[in-house]
């Protein structure tokens, strides 16, 4: 036996990079392995995003506090459409800052293949862990905008306006784990199809507006018409969006129906979104 023969032998590999073999292989625990890869990644999302900005760090806030004067101005004084009794600067932040998070965490990922093509095609890691990292960057956008919005409730609260804590409140964790969830898995079966179907990607923006009017942001689920409740019923979003208003300002129809029904979608789609994303990673550098 030579000597290289010896060496190889002995030889301990910290990690062993194969071809996937089977399509139920998602290999989670190479991405945790990558975790430092992760925070890394969520550093640069997060300091990149607005580091060339006059205003930088505060576009977190005024970009919640904007779109909820707009939707108070035309869809509170304009249209009149109720809000549960709520105030409606409330109202509309609420269901805002909810769903800037759901949105830019589909948006985010799915852009995953065609934004991170040349590094994807330099150096190996998981790639699900890009995916992940835009999640976390996104999940401190919405920490900063919660606190943000809590301060518009104390204000509302101070003034003696019928807000108010109620135990669902104490369901935030778990609304944010739906919303990301859902966030990540739509968006990278997204970003698996636009790979080869370039076009697809021009309706994530115009699909993601429209998902958002079917979703009670701008309206209570109590105001929708019987023959169009199924609508609200099928959308995983709605049982979130509702459930934080009834924690945080104690109303709105929660439920655990509703929020289980969330969370079997949110496997279901993330479980497809990742046997997808891992399927299309082998090639995909041939076609981006």
Known sequence: MTQTQTTTENESWDLIISPRKKWWDLQLREVWHYRDLIALFVRRDFVS?????ILGPLWFIIQPLFTSLINTVIFGQIARLPTDGLPQMLFYMSGT??????????NGTSTTFTSNAGIFGKVYFPRLVTPISIVISNLISFAIQLV?????????????SAVF???WAFTLPLLILLMAGLGLGFG???????????DLSYLVGFGVGLWMYATPVIYPVSTIPERFRWLADINPISPIIETFRAGFLGAGQASWLGLGYSF?????????????FNRVEKTFIDTV
């Open 148 to 160: 943000f919005f809590l301060g518009f409730f104390l204000y509302f609260y101070l003034r003696g």
């Open 188 to 198: 990278i079966i997204i970003s698996s199809l636009t790979t080869k179907y370039r």
């Open 97 to 106: 800052v909810m769903w800037h998070y759901f949105s830019g965490c589909l």
């Open 165 to 167: 804590f109620t135990t």
């Open 49 to 53: 995003r607005y580091k060339q900005t």
């Open 264 to 276: 079997a979608f949110m496997l279901v789609v993330l479980f497809i979104g990742v046997v997808i």
